[in-house]
């Protein structure tokens, strides 16, 4: 009798949970819908967005969060749609991919792309360790500014379970940076005397995100946009492996750290665990695109479906962000992200005159 009623007990809780789900998801759902609105205004207008929607979706959702404390009755959705939703989302990201353009490219650009990441990696956290961040902000930031801004910091985020205040931190500054990225970057093309294909190369290194590449290489001229796009995608590419890499640091410590506390709790952690099941998904996913076995017709709704999944569970991270919080760290991760980028800017410019 007691198996049977606790079995009901579970039954008549999974719709009541789901039911307390409801209110947080629906106001992630009406800040997301605001932020998509406003990146629509911004198409309209420049025929890019400069700042996306995910990027609005966050800033909404703190300035929300600053003027009303959400109660317990819309924290659980508001928690739901900042972790499971975002694994979705990233799972999702993996129909996009195809391998057989990376390696369309040549070796020798995949190999200097490739290098160029690692090394920002390493730079990156060593500087914001060096400024006395946290080892988690410190790995978001390296991550957003080496491999694919926003899109890796929340890639990364639930890998390295770092907090709501870590991911906002490193987004809203990798933004503001990423806006200014492509609004200067042209500049560069009289400075340094850049080819259409020089400059595709620099774009693709150092923009964060796929549409504002489009928008730094737009008025340069088909083939840096054609370059810079391909550049780019190679460097999203790189999200893999590195997450890949995290997600067994991450539990080779937390296996360590149980077998310090004792056998028994380090003989419970299964290996499944050793990579997220969203990141076994990504990868599955890119091989069945690589493979062609998922139809042209179903990547563009797939596409669309994880990029909305993002904004909504970048407008959880927002309404759970508390503003004082970010006060506390905002010079320092500037400080970071800034000089990151200039490396970056650097390294970049220097390989790209390598390929001349």
Not at 212 to 230: D, E, K, R, W, Y
């Amino acid at each position: 009798m007691p198996e049977q009623e606790q079995d009901q007990g579970q039954k008549q809780g999974a719709p009541r949970r789901i039911f307390q789900l409801i209110p947080g998801i629906l106001l992630c759902g009406a800040v997301t819908v605001i932020s998509l609105g406003i990146q629509a205004a911004e198409e309209r207008v420049f025929d890019h967005p400069y700042i996306e929607a995910l990027v609005v979706a966050i800033l909404l959702g703190m300035a929300v969060r600053t003027a009303w404390e959400p109660s317990a009755r819309w924290r659980s959705g508001i928690a739901f749609s900042a972790k499971q939703l975002l694994e979705v989302a990233v799972m999702l990201l993996g129909a996009s991919i195809s391998f057989a353009a990376i390696v369309a490219s040549g070796g020798l650009l995949i190999g200097a792309i490739a290098v160029t990441v690692v090394i920002m990696l390493a730079v990156s956290y060593g500087l914001s360790r060096m400024l006395g961040l946290k080892t988690k902000l410190a790995i978001l930031i390296a991550c957003g500014n080496s491999i694919c801004g926003n899109s890796a910091i929340a890639a990364v985020a639930p890998v390295i379970e770092a907090d709501g205040d870590d991911i906002a931190s490193s987004i809203s500054f990798t933004a503001i940076l990423g806006v200014l990225m492509v609004l200067g970057l042209p500049l560069l093309i009289p400075l340094l005397k850049l080819t259409a294909t020089q400059y595709g190369i620099l774009a693709g290194l150092t923009v964060y995100a796929v549409p504002q590449v489009l928008a730094a290489t737009v008025p340069a001229g088909i083939v840096s946009t054609q370059i810079g796009t391909l550049v780019k995608l190679v460097r999203v590419l790189m999200l893999g492996p590195i997450v890949i890499g995290l997600s067994l640091l991450v539990a080779r410590r937390r296996k360590a750290g149980a077998a310090r506390e004792g056998t028994s709790k380090a003989a419970s952690i299964s290996p499944f665990k050793l990579v997220p099941w969203f990141i076994i998904g990504f990868l599955v996913l890119a091989a069945l695109r690589s493979f062609q076995l998922v139809p042209d017709i179903a990547i563009a709704p797939v596409t669309k479906t994880a990029a909305i999944l993002t904004v909504v569970s970048m407008a959880a991270l927002g309404l759970g962000v508390d503003v004082r919080v970010l006060s506390t760290v905002g010079g320092r991760v500037t400080a970071a992200v800034t000089l990151s980028l200039m490396l970056l800017l650097g390294l970049s410019i220097g390989l790209v005159h390598f390929f001349k």
